[in-house]
């Protein structure tokens, strides 16, 4: 970490205002909240063993019903639920070449994982900040074992395709016989860009990944829904993996917990996105995607990242008000970027 890293750090952990609602709360605070939780849930005696029961299986048990799946595993990690969905589904079809964009967080953010453990080929279905189509999909030949699409693309500035181009991957998918998995670390995020049920979204795919510690806001966790046959793979990938843990309480309450309070609010938080992307785009800043998909976009401006980083810090240590992350260099030389995640109502 750079010292003007750590310098951002510390003036965000002071800071004492947090418009955009990420505000840093401590351990003590954080396993009483979920001590509570688990209490007005109903869980004051009943636990979870090794992945089963209790906490554990009522939230499993829920995230299949929500996006209408006959069944979901908890992981404690999405790069362990996603590399396992991966797995199961190219052990089934006989090939390890896995169809994807090249900025999907398997390839930028997993130290060459996907490679190194499971031996997946991957053939690129898109290039930079374009999401994946039909079309693209139609331009790889021979078998694939997988393809997976990332709802947002988040490192597209959390890009979404929309609807028609996505009804239309799904059906190139399934007349190709290739399984198509969904990355939906922040799928909760984008249910009000299609203004769709979840189940309906989720029926587009046949097994798809959800976070739990991104919008929801739980201390960690995520899960894969799909069929029942697929799912009793995962729990033994899950096992082999060294991700079924004596207790699991932590993660299950915690999801349980934003499943109630922080989903019903996704909505609130999107239009809250766009209102705060409509007045920096007013001040001369550029966002991206313009209006934003989710609550979640770029914000670009020319200048020096280190500079205007220093600045902000600055603004922060006066003010005790929050921002979301550091400036960093953009693509295009002379200017910078930041992301933005909003989880607040901002007026």
């Given at each position: ?259 109630r309070d922080a989903l019903p609010l996704m909505g609130e938080y999107v239009a809250s996105a766009r ?73």
């Amino acid at each position: 970490m750079s010292e003007l890293e750590d310098r951002f750090r510390q003036a965000y952990r002071a800071c004492t205002t947090f418009p955009l609602g990420h505000a840093p709360e401590s351990p003590v605070a954080s396993l009483r909240r979920l001590a509570a939780a688990a209490d007005q849930l109903g869980f004051d005696d009943e636990v979870d063993s090794y992945g089963e029961r209790g906490p554990v299986e009522r939230l499993e048990r829920e995230v299949a019903q929500l996006l209408g799946k006959p069944d979901a595993v908890l992981f404690v990690s999405g790069v362990m639920a996603q590399q396992a969905a991966l797995r199961a589904w190219c052990d089934r079809t006989g090939s390890r070449r896995v169809a994807l964009p090249d900025l999907s967080h398997l390839l930028v953010h997993e130290e060459d994982g996907p490679r190194r453990v499971h031996g997946f080929e991957m053939e690129l279905l898109t290039v930079g900040r374009e999401v994946p189509t039909a079309s693209h999909l139609d331009r790889i030949p021979g078998r694939l074992g997988a393809v997976l699409v990332e709802l947002p693309l988040r490192d597209a500035g959390c890009l979404l395709p929309t609807w028609e181009e996505l009804v239309a991957l799904s059906d190139a998918a399934r007349r190709r016989g290739v399984p198509l998995h969904v990355d939906g670390a922040r799928l909760w995020e984008s249910q009000p860009f299609y203004d769709r049920p979840l189940p309906e979204i989720a029926g587009l795919v046949d097994s798809i990944y959800v976070s739990l510690y991104k919008g929801l806001a739980a201390p960690s966790g995520a899960l894969v829904a799909g069929p029942e046959d697929l799912t009793a793979e995962l729990r033994v990938w899950r096992r082999r993996l060294g991700g079924t843990l004596y207790r699991m309480t932590t993660q299950a309450v915690g999801g349980l917990v934003g499943l109630r309070d922080a989903l019903p609010l996704m909505g609130e938080y999107v239009a809250s996105a766009r209102r705060l992307a409509g007045a920096l785009e007013a001040r001369g800043l550029r966002c991206t995607p313009s209006p934003p998909h989710t609550n979640t976009f770029l914000v670009h401006v020319e200048g020096d990242a280190e500079t205007l980083t220093a600045r902000l810090v600055d603004r922060m240590q006066e003010d005790r008000v929050s921002a979301s992350w550091p400036w960093r260099p953009a693509d295009v030389p002379g200017w910078a970027v930041t992301e933005v995640a909003v989880a607040a109502a901002v007026s």
